[in-house]
C-alpha cells in the first residue's frame, strides 16, 4: 500500500511544480513578432542606438513626464537656435527638456534657422526653414506624443488657442532663474534640479509685474522662447544614462536624406573593397576635417588636424586603405587625399567623389543646401569602422556621442573627455581648461 501511494504523491507534486513553473512564465513579457521592444524595461538586450535609423526607446522619457506638474496654457517656441547641425539638434532638444520641466504643455513645432549662404559665419539671419530642413516630422510627432501626451503640438504660433495678436512670445533665460556663483557663464546650467521651482516662481513674480489677472490656462495662454544660446545648459545625464542615450532619438534625420546617405555608404564600402583584399566587409576610417571659413581662429588648423589624423592611424595600427573624409573646404580636401597617400598609403574620398558615376543620386546632393550636406556626412561617419574628429566641434563631438552608444545602448556611460577616446572614435584637441577649451560642452550633449 505504501508503494502504491508514492507514484501518486509524486505525480500530484510535478502537477504543482509544472502549474507554478507556467504562471511564472505567463508573467514574463513575451516577445512575438509584433512586441514593441521599445517600451519597459524589457529592453535590457543589445539595440545599437547609434545607427540613424535606430527605433526610439521611450519609456525613459514617459517616466519623466509622469513625474512632471503640468501648467495648462504653458507654451514653449524652440525655434531660437543656428549654426550647423551639431548647434541645431542640441539647442532643440534642450529647449524641449527645459520645457518639460517647466510643465508646458504646448510646443510650437520648432523651426529651423538658416546661416547666410553668402557669409557662413553668419548665423543669426532671420532666415527660417520648417523642422522637415533637417528631420523627420511625423516620427518627431509620434513619438514625443506618444510617450509624453500631456503636450499638444502646435504647427506654427498662429495654432495656439488664443495666442496673442501680433505674436510675441515671452523670451526667458534658464540660467538667470538662479543664483551660479562662482560659474563661468559658458558652463552648463547648475540648477535644472530647481528649475521648475524657479520658473514656477517667474510666472508668478511677472504675472504680478505686468499686472496679468489670470494665470495660464488656455483661454490665457503664456507662451515663452528661449534666448539663443542655451543649447549646451542641460547636464544630460541628470535623468539617468537610459534617458541621455534616447532622449535624441526623438529627431532622426529626414527619410530621404538618410536613404542617399545609406547609399553614399554602400558606394563607400564599395570603395574600400578596392584596397582591403583580406576583408569583404568594406571597412573605412572615417575623418571630419573642421578648416571652413567659419571655423574660429583659436580652433585647430588644417597642419594641426591633418598631422593628429595621420599620426594617429598610424599609430592605431589600421590595415584599412580607405578613408571618408566629411568636410567643407573642397582645397584642403584635395591636400588631405594627397597627404593620406603618401603618408599612410590610404585611399580618401568624399561623398561628391563617390557619387560621380551615379548622376541621379549626385543631383540630389547637390540640391541640399550647406548644412544639409553636412548631415549626410553625420550619418556615413556614424557608419565608418573608426572615426577621427576634433574638439570643439559641435559637428564631431555629436557623431563621437552618438557612435558611443553602440557597445551599451541604453547603459551608456559619459565618454571620457581626452585620452583615449571609446575604441570607436578619437577626437584631436586641447583638453586642459575646462571653459576656455569648450569641455562643458560634453556634459550637455544630447547623443
Known amino acids: 500500500m505504501v508503494l502504491s501511494m508514492a507514484r501518486p504523491r509524486g505525480i500530484l507534486a510535478l502537477m504543482a511544480i509544472t502549474s507554478l513553473v507556467t504562471v511564472w512564465l505567463c508573467r514574463l513579457p513575451q516577445l512575438g513578432l509584433n512586441t514593441d521592444v521599445t517600451r519597459g524595461p524589457i529592453l535590457q538586450r543589445h539595440l545599437d542606438l547609434s545607427l540613424p535609423d535606430a527605433p526610439f526607446i521611450g519609456w525613459p522619457l514617459e517616466r519623466v513626464c ?28 534642450t529647449c524641449l527638456r527645459y520645457a518639460i520641466d517647466a510643465g508646458a504643455t504646448g510646443l510650437v513645432m520648432p523651426r529651423i534657422r538658416l546661416r547666410s549662404e553668402k557669409d557662413l559665419s553668419d548665423i543669426t539671419a532671420e532666415n527660417y526653414q520648417p523642422f522637415t530642413y533637417f528631420f523627420d516630422e511625423p516620427h518627431f510627432r509620434q513619438s514625443l506624443q506618444s510617450s509624453c501626451p500631456q503636450i499638444a503640438i502646435y ?53 504680478a509685474e505686468f499686472n496679468l489677472r489670470h494665470p495660464p490656462s488656455l483661454e490665457h495662454p503664456r507662451i515663452f522662447r528661449l534666448t539663443w544660446g542655451v543649447q549646451f545648459e542641460w547636464p544630460v545625464f541628470r535623468d539617468g544614462p537610459e534617458f541621455a542615450s534616447t532622449f535624441g532619438g526623438l529627431l532622426r534625420f529626414r527619410p530621404d536624406i538618410v536613404v542617399l546617405a545609406n547609399k553614399v555608404v554602400a558606394h563607400m564600402r564599395r570603395h574600400a573593397r578596392q584596397f582591403d583584399a583580406d576583408s569583404h566587409s568594406g571597412r573605412f576610417v572615417g575623418y571630419h576635417l573642421r578648416t571652413e571659413n567659419d571655423a574660429l581662429d583659436f580652433w585647430p588648423n588644417y597642419a594641426n588636424q591633418s598631422k593628429a589624423y595621420l599620426a594617429r592611424s ?42 560621380e558615376d551615379h548622376k541621379e543620386d549626385l543631383a540630389a546632393l547637390e540640391k541640399l543646401t550647406w548644412d544639409q550636406q553636412a548631415v549626410i556626412d553625420f550619418i556615413v561617419l556614424l557608419q565608418s569602422e573608426f572615426f577621427l574628429g576634433v574638439s570643439p566641434s559641435s559637428f564631431s563631438m555629436n557623431v563621437a556621442l552618438k557612435r558611443h552608444l553602440q557597445a551599451e545602448g541604453l547603459h551608456t556611460r559619459p565618454w571620457r573627455i581626452g585620452g583615449e577616446g571609446d575604441g570607436r572614435s578619437w577626437l584631436m584637441g586641447k583638453y586642459e581648461q575646462f571653459w576656455e577649451d569648450w569641455l562643458f560642452m560634453y556634459e550637455a550633449m544630447w547623443p
Open 155 to 207: 504647427d506654427t504660433t498662429s495654432d495656439v488657442p488664443n495666442a496673442p495678436v501680433p505674436f510675441k512670445a515671452e523670451e526667458v533665460t534658464p540660467k538667470n532663474l538662479g543664483r551660479r556663483g562662482g560659474c563661468d557663464r559658458r558652463d552648463h546650467n547648475k540648477h535644472t534640479a530647481l528649475f521648475a521651482s524657479a520658473f514656477a516662481n517667474h510666472l508668478r513674480s511677472t504675472a
Open 66 to 93: 509622469s513625474e512632471t506638474t503640468w501648467t495648462p496654457g504653458l507654451v514653449f517656441v524652440c525655434d531660437n537656435n543656428s549654426g550647423g547641425i551639431g548647434n541645431i539638434r542640441n539647442y532643440i532638444l
Open 314 to 355: 598610424q599609430q592605431m595600427g589600421y590595415d584599412m586603405k580607405a578613408g571618408y573624409l566629411a568636410t567643407g573646404n573642397e582645397t584642403e580636401a584635395h591636400k588631405f587625399f594627397k597627404d593620406a597617400t603618401v603618408l599612410h598609403g590610404m585611399r580618401v574620398t568624399t561623398k561628391d567623389l563617390l557619387l
